[in-house]
Protein backbone atom coordinates (compact mmCIF):
# COMPACT_ATOMS: atom_id res chain seq x y z
CA UNK A 1 0.00 0.00 0.00
CA UNK A 2 2.07 3.17 -1.21
CA UNK A 3 1.54 5.75 1.40
CA UNK A 4 2.13 9.29 0.11
CA UNK A 5 5.27 10.50 -2.15
CA UNK A 6 6.54 13.71 -2.85
CA UNK A 7 9.47 14.69 -5.16
CA UNK A 8 11.44 16.12 -4.56
CA UNK A 9 13.74 15.49 -1.10
CA UNK A 10 15.79 18.56 -1.02
CA UNK A 11 15.64 21.23 -3.76
CA UNK A 12 18.21 24.42 -4.20
CA UNK A 13 16.63 27.67 -5.55
CA UNK A 14 17.62 31.26 -5.87
CA UNK A 15 15.73 34.33 -5.24
CA UNK A 16 13.13 35.45 -7.39
CA UNK A 17 13.00 31.53 -8.72
CA UNK A 18 9.69 29.81 -9.27
CA UNK A 19 9.47 26.02 -7.88
CA UNK A 20 6.97 23.35 -8.35
CA UNK A 21 6.83 20.47 -5.83
CA UNK A 22 5.13 17.23 -6.62
CA UNK A 23 2.59 14.84 -4.40
CA UNK A 24 1.04 11.57 -4.78
CA UNK A 25 -1.61 10.98 -2.62
CA UNK A 26 -2.09 7.73 -0.88
CA UNK A 27 -4.08 4.94 -2.66
CA UNK A 28 -7.06 5.63 -2.34
CA UNK A 29 -7.35 9.20 -1.18
CA UNK A 30 -8.93 12.21 -2.88
CA UNK A 31 -8.09 14.90 -1.24
CA UNK A 32 -4.35 16.52 -1.08
CA UNK A 33 -3.40 19.29 1.67
CA UNK A 34 -0.14 21.07 1.60
CA UNK A 35 1.83 22.28 4.81
CA UNK A 36 4.99 25.04 5.18
CA UNK A 37 6.93 23.94 8.10
CA UNK A 38 9.68 26.30 8.99
CA UNK A 39 12.87 25.51 10.89
CA UNK A 40 11.81 25.08 14.44
CA UNK A 41 7.95 25.42 14.03
CA UNK A 42 4.90 23.76 13.42
CA UNK A 43 3.26 23.17 10.05
CA UNK A 44 1.00 26.00 8.70
CA UNK A 45 -2.11 25.20 6.30
CA UNK A 46 -1.19 26.32 2.54
CA UNK A 47 -4.16 24.88 0.38
CA UNK A 48 -6.56 22.03 0.06
CA UNK A 49 -7.24 20.32 -3.06
CA UNK A 50 -10.32 17.98 -3.79
CA UNK A 51 -11.71 17.78 -7.29
CA UNK A 52 -9.09 19.02 -9.06
CA UNK A 53 -10.05 22.57 -7.32
CA UNK A 54 -8.64 24.46 -4.28
CA UNK A 55 -11.40 24.21 -1.47
CA UNK A 56 -9.32 25.70 1.35
CA UNK A 57 -6.45 28.27 1.68
CA UNK A 58 -4.73 29.38 4.45
CA UNK A 59 -2.58 32.37 5.17
CA UNK A 60 -0.36 32.76 2.25
CA UNK A 61 0.00 34.88 -0.44
CA UNK A 62 -0.91 34.26 -4.28
CA UNK A 63 2.90 33.53 -4.88
CA UNK A 64 1.65 30.25 -3.52
CA UNK A 65 -0.92 28.19 -5.84
CA UNK A 66 -2.06 24.75 -6.74
CA UNK A 67 -3.22 22.24 -8.91
CA UNK A 68 -4.76 18.62 -8.42
CA UNK A 69 -4.71 15.88 -11.21
CA UNK A 70 -7.50 13.67 -12.12
CA UNK A 71 -5.23 10.89 -10.84
CA UNK A 72 -5.68 13.58 -7.52
CA UNK A 73 -1.66 14.00 -7.56
CA UNK A 74 -0.67 17.30 -7.13
CA UNK A 75 1.70 20.26 -7.70
CA UNK A 76 2.34 23.02 -5.54
CA UNK A 77 3.84 26.53 -6.93
CA UNK A 78 5.81 29.10 -5.77
CA UNK A 79 6.72 31.93 -7.63
CA UNK A 80 9.48 34.91 -7.25
CA UNK A 81 11.05 33.27 -4.30
CA UNK A 82 12.06 34.64 -1.29
CA UNK A 83 14.45 33.83 1.69
CA UNK A 84 11.50 33.14 3.68
CA UNK A 85 10.31 30.69 1.47
CA UNK A 86 12.59 28.52 2.85
CA UNK A 87 11.05 25.56 4.31
CA UNK A 88 9.90 22.13 4.96
CA UNK A 89 6.99 21.38 2.70
CA UNK A 90 4.68 18.68 3.52
CA UNK A 91 2.19 16.97 1.43
CA UNK A 92 -0.64 14.92 3.18
CA UNK A 93 -3.85 13.24 1.98
CA UNK A 94 -6.87 11.95 3.02
CA UNK A 95 -10.27 10.78 1.63
CA UNK A 96 -12.73 13.83 1.65
CA UNK A 97 -15.54 14.02 4.08
CA UNK A 98 -14.57 11.01 6.11
CA UNK A 99 -14.29 10.95 9.86
CA UNK A 100 -11.36 12.32 11.18
CA UNK A 101 -10.52 8.72 12.54
CA UNK A 102 -9.25 8.04 9.05
CA UNK A 103 -7.09 11.23 9.49
CA UNK A 104 -4.13 12.68 7.03
CA UNK A 105 -0.92 10.84 5.95
CA UNK A 106 1.60 12.53 5.47
CA UNK A 107 4.71 12.28 2.75
CA UNK A 108 8.28 12.39 4.29
CA UNK A 109 8.48 16.61 2.62
CA UNK A 110 10.55 18.16 -0.07
CA UNK A 111 13.22 20.45 1.74
CA UNK A 112 13.28 23.62 -0.25
CA UNK A 113 16.47 26.04 0.46
CA UNK A 114 16.35 29.33 -1.21
CA UNK A 115 19.42 31.18 -1.55
CA UNK B 1 -8.92 31.42 14.84
CA UNK B 2 -8.16 28.35 16.35
CA UNK B 3 -4.67 28.53 17.82
CA UNK B 4 -2.70 25.57 19.82
CA UNK B 5 0.04 26.22 22.35
CA UNK B 6 2.84 23.73 23.50
CA UNK B 7 4.85 25.69 26.20
CA UNK B 8 7.58 22.98 26.39
CA UNK B 9 10.20 23.48 23.73
CA UNK B 10 12.43 20.58 25.04
CA UNK B 11 11.76 17.80 27.35
CA UNK B 12 14.12 14.95 28.15
CA UNK B 13 12.97 11.22 30.21
CA UNK B 14 15.13 8.17 31.32
CA UNK B 15 14.48 5.15 29.56
CA UNK B 16 11.58 3.20 30.79
CA UNK B 17 10.47 6.05 32.97
CA UNK B 18 6.92 8.26 31.95
CA UNK B 19 6.52 11.45 30.64
CA UNK B 20 3.30 14.27 29.96
CA UNK B 21 3.62 16.62 27.08
CA UNK B 22 1.28 19.35 27.67
CA UNK B 23 -0.82 21.34 25.00
CA UNK B 24 -3.16 23.78 25.23
CA UNK B 25 -5.45 25.17 22.57
CA UNK B 26 -8.42 27.74 21.81
CA UNK B 27 -11.78 27.59 19.79
CA UNK B 28 -14.86 28.57 20.01
CA UNK B 29 -16.60 25.58 18.74
CA UNK B 30 -17.92 22.14 20.13
CA UNK B 31 -16.83 19.65 17.72
CA UNK B 32 -13.64 19.16 16.91
CA UNK B 33 -10.31 16.57 16.72
CA UNK B 34 -7.44 16.48 18.66
CA UNK B 35 -4.26 14.62 17.70
CA UNK B 36 -1.00 13.53 19.02
CA UNK B 37 2.03 13.56 15.96
CA UNK B 38 5.55 12.33 16.78
CA UNK B 39 8.28 13.65 13.75
CA UNK B 40 11.44 12.04 13.76
CA UNK B 41 14.21 12.77 11.81
CA UNK B 42 12.69 10.97 8.27
CA UNK B 43 10.33 14.16 9.14
CA UNK B 44 7.69 12.39 8.01
CA UNK B 45 4.43 13.26 10.39
CA UNK B 46 3.58 10.19 12.22
CA UNK B 47 -0.30 10.22 14.11
CA UNK B 48 0.62 8.65 18.07
CA UNK B 49 -2.81 9.20 18.80
CA UNK B 50 -5.90 10.78 18.48
CA UNK B 51 -9.40 12.15 20.74
CA UNK B 52 -12.69 13.07 19.19
CA UNK B 53 -13.88 16.11 21.36
CA UNK B 54 -17.27 14.66 21.96
CA UNK B 55 -15.85 12.01 23.88
CA UNK B 56 -15.09 12.20 27.56
CA UNK B 57 -12.90 8.86 28.17
CA UNK B 58 -9.61 9.48 27.10
CA UNK B 59 -7.60 7.74 24.52
CA UNK B 60 -5.20 5.17 24.88
CA UNK B 61 -2.68 3.85 22.42
CA UNK B 62 -0.43 1.15 24.23
CA UNK B 63 2.14 3.12 25.86
CA UNK B 64 0.38 6.06 24.52
CA UNK B 65 -2.40 8.20 26.54
CA UNK B 66 -4.08 11.26 26.90
CA UNK B 67 -5.72 13.56 29.31
CA UNK B 68 -8.43 15.61 27.70
CA UNK B 69 -9.80 18.40 29.88
CA UNK B 70 -11.98 19.90 27.22
CA UNK B 71 -13.40 22.77 29.72
CA UNK B 72 -9.97 23.66 30.23
CA UNK B 73 -9.13 23.29 26.65
CA UNK B 74 -5.83 21.32 27.90
CA UNK B 75 -4.50 18.00 25.67
CA UNK B 76 -1.59 16.05 27.45
CA UNK B 77 0.46 13.45 26.08
CA UNK B 78 1.95 10.82 28.47
CA UNK B 79 4.19 8.56 27.43
CA UNK B 80 5.19 5.47 29.49
CA UNK B 81 8.00 3.16 29.92
CA UNK B 82 10.14 5.42 27.51
CA UNK B 83 12.32 4.08 24.66
CA UNK B 84 14.77 5.17 22.42
CA UNK B 85 12.23 4.95 19.81
CA UNK B 86 10.52 7.56 21.03
CA UNK B 87 12.84 10.83 20.60
CA UNK B 88 11.47 12.70 18.51
CA UNK B 89 9.74 16.32 17.69
CA UNK B 90 5.40 16.00 18.99
CA UNK B 91 3.27 18.00 17.80
CA UNK B 92 -0.06 19.22 19.15
CA UNK B 93 -2.92 19.82 16.72
CA UNK B 94 -6.55 20.67 16.20
CA UNK B 95 -8.61 19.50 13.63
CA UNK B 96 -11.65 20.59 11.98
CA UNK B 97 -13.10 21.32 8.47
CA UNK B 98 -10.40 18.82 7.15
CA UNK B 99 -7.78 20.97 8.07
CA UNK B 100 -5.06 20.93 10.91
CA UNK B 101 -3.63 23.63 13.18
CA UNK B 102 -0.21 22.61 14.89
CA UNK B 103 1.52 23.98 17.99
CA UNK B 104 5.11 24.69 17.92
CA UNK B 105 6.53 21.09 19.21
CA UNK B 106 8.26 19.93 21.92
CA UNK B 107 11.93 18.09 21.29
CA UNK B 108 11.70 14.95 23.52
CA UNK B 109 15.14 13.55 24.21
CA UNK B 110 14.89 10.41 25.57
CA UNK B 111 18.36 9.59 28.02
CA UNK B 112 19.33 5.90 27.83
Known amino acids: DAGVTQSPTHLIKTRGQQVTLRCSPK?????VSWYQQALGQGPQFIFQ???????QRGNFPDRFSGHQFPNYSSELNVNALLLGDSALYLC??????????????FGSGTRLTVV | AQTVTQSQPEMSVQEAETVTLSCTYD???????LFWYKQPPSRQMILVIR??????QNATENRFSVNFQKAAKSFSLKISDSQLGDAAMYFC?????????FGTGTRLTIIP
Open chain 1, 92 to 105: ASSWYGTEANYGYT
Open chain 1, 27 to 31: SGHDT
Open chain 1, 49 to 55: YYEEEER
Open chain 2, 27 to 33: TSESDYY
Open chain 2, 51 to 56: QEAYKQ
Open chain 2, 93 to 101: AYYRNEKLT
